[in-house]
C-alpha cells in the first residue's frame, strides 16, 4: 500500500505514534542547563503522536518547556488547545502556559478531499471532552503568535521551537516581527518527505507528507526563514516501529500519563494486537535531546506552492537546481537507531 493513503494508515499511525518514548540519552551531560523550547503542536490526546511527543519533552530534564502554543492540524485548533491542557493537568505541570493559535492555514482552502483524509484542520467544531473532563486551567490569553514574538525577544538566540504541526503560527511570527527569525537558536520540524532520498513518499498525496501539505506556504516561509533548522522527514520516520510489546511496557508502568494512554489506545491496541506504526512527532524531540539517534545530510530544502498536484511537497538536493534557486540549506534527517529511540522513548514515558 502506498504511504500517501493516509487515511487507511492514519489509524494505525496514531496509535503507534502516541506511544514512543526514550532512554535516558544524556547528549547535553548533566550539568548543561536545559535547552529554553516552545512547543508548537496541533495537539490531541493519545493516540495522537502529538501528545506522546509533549510526555516525552516533559519526561526530559534537558528541555525547559516555556510554553505550547497549538495550531490547527490533525484536529481543530480549538481541540488542540483543550487536549493540551488537559494532558498537563495529569501530567501534573499546569505551570506551563498554553496559548492558542490558528484555527486555519493561510491559503489552504477547505475541498472534499481535504475532508475525506486525515485531519480536521479546515473546522470549527466544538472540542470533544477529554478524558476526566476539560481542564480547569484555560489557555492563556495571549494569542500564540505574539508569545512567540515576546518569548524570542526575551531569550533571543536562546529558544529551540519544536514544530510538529502545520508552520501557521512560526511564519506568521517570522512575517509579522521584523529580526525574529535571526532571534530563534533554531527550530526541529516534524515534516516533508523527499522523493531524493530512501522511503520519500507522501502520506497525503503522492509525495506531500501532512504537516507541509497543510500549510504549503507557511512551510515555504519557515524553511526560507534563515533559522538553522532540523527536519525529521517521512524518510527517517518510515524507519520507526511502534508495537504492542511496546505499548504492553507503557501501560505496566501504570502512571497518571501511562494511564492516559491505556484509556485512550487500549481498546483499538487489544483489537489489532499485530498492530505497528510509525512516530513522527515523538522522533523530532528524542533527536532534540540525543542527536546521536539519528543521521542527518544538509540538503537544499523548498517547499512546492504551487496550488496543483504537487501542492505542499518538498524537495531536497545536494545543490540548487533550475527553480529552486530560493532553496535553503537544512539538516535532515534520513535513518535512525530505532531500538535505540524506542528505549529511550519507552523508559522516560513511564518514568514516574
Ligand atoms: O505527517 C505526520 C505529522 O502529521 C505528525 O506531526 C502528525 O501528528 C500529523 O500532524
Ligand atoms: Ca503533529
Excluded at 535516558?24 to 550539568?31: D, E, I, K, L, N
Excluded at 494512554?261 to 483499538?268: H, L, N, S
Aim: no cysteine; net charge neutral.
Amino acid at each position: 500500500m502506498g504511504q500517501w493513503k493516509y487515511s487507511v494508515l492514519r489509524a494505525v499511525s496514531l496509535l503507534a505514534i502516541t506511544l514512543s518514548l526514550f532512554p535516558a540519552a544524556r547528549a547535553q551531560g548533566p550539568s548543561a542547563s536545559p535547552t529554553k523550547v516552545i512547543f508548537d503542536t496541533d495537539f490531541a490526546v493519545p493516540p495522537q503522536d502529538d501528545a506522546t511527543a509533549l510526555m516525552l519533552a516533559l519526561k526530559s530534564p534537558e528541555l525547559n518547556i516555556l510554553g505550547v502554543t497549538t495550531v490547527a492540524g490533525n484536529d481543530t485548533v480549538q481541540r488542540a488547545t483543550s487536549d493540551a491542557l488537559r494532558v498537563l493537568e495529569i501530567a501534573e505541570r499546569t505551570d506551563i502556559p498554553v496559548y492558542e493559535g490558528f484555527n486555519r492555514p493561510w491559503l489552504h482552502e477547505k475541498t472534499e478531499f481535504a475532508t475525506k483524509v486525515h485531519g480536521k484542520w479546515w473546522s470549527d467544531e466544538a472540542p470533544p471532552m477529554p478524558p476526566g473532563g476539560f481542564a480547569k486551567k484555560k489557555a492563556e490569553s495571549e494569542s500564540a503568535v505574539t508569545f512567540l514574538i515576546r518569548a524570542v525577544e526575551r531569550n533571543p538566540n536562546e529558544i529551540t521551537i519544536i514544530a510538529i504541526g502545520p508552520l501557521t503560527n512560526v511564519a506568521t511570527a517570522i512575517r509579522q516581527k521584523a529580526g525574529f527569525a535571526k532571534k530563534v537558536k533554531k527550530i526541529v520540524i516534524m515534516g516533508g518527505a523527499f522523493a531524493s532520498l530512501a522511503d520519500g513518499s507522501g502520506n497525503v498525496t503522492p509525495n506531500a507528507e501532512f504537516n507541509f501539505w497543510v500549510d504549503p506556504e507557511a512551510a515555504q516561509v519557515v524553511i526560507r526563514s534563515g533559522i538553522p533548522i532540523v527536519l525529521t522527514p517521512l524518510n527517517v520516520t518510515s524507519k520507526t516501529d511502534f508495537s504492542k510489546a511496546s505499548y504492553d511496557k507503557i501501560v505496566a508502568a501504570d502512571t497518571p500519563l501511562t494511564r492516559l494512554i491505556k484509556q485512550t489506545m487500549g481498546p483499538w491496541v487489544e483489537k489489532h494486537p499485530t498492530m505497528h506504526s510509525q512516530m513522527y512527532d515523538q522522533l523530532t524531540v528524542a533527536a532534540l535531546v540525543d542527536p546521536t539517534l539519528v543521521k542527518t545530510k544538509d540538503l537544499y530544502v523548498d517547499v512546492d506552492i504551487n496550488h496543483g498536484p504537487d501542492y505542499g511537497t518538498s524537495l531536497g538536493a545536494d545543490r540548487v537546481w533550475e527553480g529552486a534557486e530560493g532553496a535553503v540549506k537544512v539538516s535532515v534527517q534520513y535513518d535512525v537507531d530505532a531500538n535505540r529511540f524506542l528505549q529511550m522513548f519507552t523508559e522516560r514515558i513511564t518514568s514516574k
